[in-house]
C-alpha cells in the first residue's frame, strides 16, 4: 500500500488556546518538536509564562460560571455534536497521531476509535446524571431530604507523551459532561496533536473558557494547581509524577485521579493457545514501541512449554517491519522521543548486568530512509528473576522480559509481590479454573483472560492499583466522580 500524505510537513509556531481564542505566547522559551520517524522538526511550541496560565484559569472560571448553568439536555447535544466532529475529523487526527507520537496508523485509528468511545460514554453520562439525585418524602414529621450533584469548577488536565489524545478523552469530555471547565497541559513530546484535539472543541457553541489549552511543563502544572479557582487535576503519566502532584494536592486541598507506572505481567500457561499468545504479545510487549501502560515487558511462562515458545516469539519479532507508521505496512514505529530511546536502552543495559541473557537485540536496528529516526527494534531477553532490579522497573520500550516458573501459584505470588505496581496483568489459558484463580487473587486493577493488553471500555475505569494511583477517582466514566459534588438539603413544610 502507498505511503499516507502527511497532514502537514510543518505546523509552524504553535499557539495557546485561552478564552477560545489562539493566543500567541509572550515566552520566550520555545522548542521544537519532531516527527520521530524522521527526526525532523514539525513544529515549535512556547512554554507559557505564569501570565498565560493564570488568564486560562480566569477564562476557565468564567466558562465554568456559564457552562454550569447550560441545560442538561443542551449540554448532551453539544457533546453529541463533539462525538461527530471526531467522526468527520478522524482520518486527519489519525495521522497527526502518527506524524507527532510515532506510532503505525492502525495504533493511531485504534487510539481516536477509543477517544470517541470516551465522548461516547460521556453522551450517556450526561442522561445518567438526573438518576445520581436522591430524595426521601417524609424522612421525619414534615422533612423531606435529597442529595444532588453539582458540578465542582476549574480542573487541570495533564495528558502524557504516549497517549496524547487517549489520556485526554479519558478526562475531558466527561468533565464537560458534569458541567466542569478544563485548563489542558500536554505533555512536551507531542504538542501537535494536543492541539489538534483541542480543535475538536471549537464551533460547538461550548462558551468561551470551558476549554483552554497551556503548554507549560512541571512548574507551571503546580502553579496552575495552586489557583484558587482550580479544583483538581486528572493526570494518567508516571508515577513519581502522580506522587509530586498528590502532594501538592494536599498542600491546596484539590481533588486528584492520578494514574502512574505499571510493571505489567503476562503469564503463559501450559495450556494457552502458542500462536494466539505469540500474536497477542507482538502488540502487548512490542507495539506502539511499548510505550502502553498497559503493555507488558514481562513474559512468565509456566510449565514445560518455554523453549517452544520462545521459539516461535523470536521467530515473530523477527519478522515486525519498522519503518514510518503512515506507510500501512509497518508493524513497529519509533520511540516517541530520543530520551524515551535512551531509558529504554539503559534499563536493557543494566538487565544484562544483573545477570539477563540477550535473545534478540534490536538496540542497533537501522531503518532505510528513515536514519534519524528513534527506532527500537523488539527486544527479548531472558534469565530474568525477582532479585534484579530492572525486573521490578518498567522498560516503557519493545521488550520482552522472559522468566520461567513451574507453576500458576509461582507466578502469582511473583506478581503480588510487587508492593508498588498494580496496573495490569494477563492470563493465556484454556483452563477456566486457572483463569478464575488468576482473576480472583491476582492484587492489580486490570485483569486479562487471554488478551495481552486489558483495555477496559470506556464506562469502565482505568483500575489501577498501589501506587500505580493515586486519588478520589479512576478515570474515565468513573472520573465522573472527580467532577461532581454532593449537596444535601433538609427541608421543613410543616
Known amino acids: 500500500m502507498a505511503m499516507l500524505p502527511e497532514v502537514k510537513s510543518h505546523y509552524g509556531k504553535l499557539k495557546l488556546y485561552i478564552d477560545g481564542e489562539w493566543v500567541d505566547s509572550k515566552s520566550t522559551d520555545v522548542r521544537p518538536t519532531t516527527n520521530p520517524a ?24 468564567r466558562g465554568f460560571l456559564a457552562w454550569r448553568e447550560v441545560a442538561l439536555r443542551e449540554r448532551g447535544r453539544l457533546l453529541f455534536d463533539m462525538r461527530h466532529k471526531f467522526e468527520e475529523n478522524f482520518d486527519v487526527l489519525c495521522r497527526v497521531l502518527t506524524q507527532d507520537h510515532g506510532r503505525t496508523i492502525g495504533e493511531s485509528q485504534g487510539s481516536v476509535r477509543r477517544v470517541i468511545e470516551n465522548v461516547e460514554s460521556a453522551c450517556s453520562a450526561v442522561y445518567q446524571m438526573p438518576k445520581l439525585n436522591e430524595h426521601v418524602d417524609w424522612l421525619a414529621r414534615g422533612i423531606d431530604e435529597y442529595m444532588i450533584y453539582e458540578p465542582e469548577g476549574v480542573f487541570l488536565i495533564i495528558t502524557p507523551g504516549n497517549i496524547p489524545m487517549h489520556a485526554w478523552s479519558s478526562f475531558v469530555p466527561y468533565a464537560l459532561a458534569a458541567g466542569c471547565s478544563v485548563v489542558v497541559s500536554p505533555s512536551r513530546q507531542d504538542p501537535v496533536a494536543a492541539d489538534y484535539i483541542c480543535r475538536m472543541t471549537e464551533g460547538l457553541g461550548l462558551p468561551k473558557g470551558v476549554v483552554n489549552l497551556v ?40 481533588k486528584s485521579s492520578l494514574n502512574g507506572n505499571g510493571k505489567n505481567a503476562v503469564v503463559v500457561m501450559p495450556d494457552a493457545d502458542l500462536d494466539q499468545t505469540v500474536d497477542f504479545l507482538l502488540r502487548g510487549c512490542f507495539g506502539m514501541g511499548g510505550q502502553r501502560c498497559l503493555g507488558s515487558d514481562t513474559v512468565i511462562v509456566v510449565g514445560d512449554i518455554y523453549e517452544e515458545f520462545k521459539a516461535k516469539l523470536v521467530a515473530a519479532a523477527k519478522g515486525m517491519k519498522l519503518g514510518y507508521g503512515l506507510d500501512p505496512s509497518t508493524d513497529l514505529g519509533p520511540m516517541c522521543a530520543p530520551s524515551g530511546k535512551a531509558k529504554v536502552v539503559d534499563w536493557v543495559d543494566r538487565a544484562l548486568k544483573e545477570g539477563a541473557k540477550m535473545v534478540l537485540d534490536g538496540r542497533g536496528v537501522k531503518v532505510p530512509g528513515y536514519e534519524g529516526g528513534y527506532f527500537l527494534g523488539p527486544i527479548i531477553l531472558e534469565g530474568i528473576d525477582g532479585s534484579m532490579p530492572t525486573s521490578h522497573e518498567e522498560s516503557f520500550g519493545p521488550v520482552a522480559a522472559l522468566m520461567r516458573m513451574g507453576s500458576l501459584e509461582e507466578a502469582i505470588a511473583y506478581i503480588n509481590a510487587d508492593t508498588t505496581n498494580g496496573h495490569s496483568a494477563s492470563i493465556m489459558t484454556a483452563s477456566g479454573k486457572s483463569a478464575r484463580k488468576f482473576t480472583k487473587e491476582v492484587e492489580v486493577g486490570n485483569v486479562g483472560v487471554n488478551v495481552a493488553i486489558p483495555q477496559p471500555y470506556a464506562f469502565f475505569p482505568l483500575g489501577s492499583k498501589k501506587m500505580s494511583f493515586l486519588g478520589a477517582a479512576k478515570s474515565r466514566l468513573a472520573s465522573m466522580r472527580l467532577f461532581l459534588d454532593e449537596k444535601t438539603v433538609t427541608s421543613r413544610w410543616v
Not at 512556547?46 to 477564562?59: N, S
Open 215 to 254: 503548554h507549560g511543563g512541571r512548574e507551571i502544572n503546580k502553579f496552575i494547581l495552586s489557583q484558587p479557582e482550580v479544583r483538581g487535576v486528572g493526570l494518567i503519566g508516571s508515577s513519581a509524577v502522580s506522587l509530586e502532584l498528590f502532594q501538592v494536592c494536599a498542600q491546596y486541598g484539590k
Open 38 to 61: 524522521t527526526g525532523q522538526e514539525i513544529a515549535t511550541y512556547p512554554q507559557a509564562t505564569q501570565e498565560e496560565a493564570r488568564a486560562a484559569v480566569e477564562a476557565a472560571q
